[in-house]
């Protein structure tokens, strides 16, 4: 059996909360980023190389601003 350490725990779940949040702030920075390029005319895989998401998330972002996106034929 194991000692529960009540201090212990609340730091692992603080340490969690945080990691949770910096890696929404990361995904929201960076829809932040592909809809500023998408508005700029930039290309889908360009949008890509930059933000690091996926096609079907830009693709996404793209029609909630009605923009319809050109992408590399050769992908």
């Known amino acids: ?24 702030g990361e995904q929201n920075k960076a829809n ?15 949008i890509i190389q930059y933000t690091g998401l996926k096609k079907e998330t ?3 972002l793209a029609r909630s601003l009605h923009i319809v996106l050109v992408w590399d034929s050769r992908n």
Request: zero cysteines.
């Open 1 to 24: 059996i194991t000692e529960y350490n009540e201090a212990e725990t609340m730091r692992m779940f603080e340490e969690q909360g945080r990691n949770e949040g910096i890696g929404i």
């Open 32 to 46: 932040e980023i592909a809809e500023s390029m998408i508005k700029a005319n930039e290309s889908g895989d360009k």
């Open 58 to 60: 830009v693709d996404k």
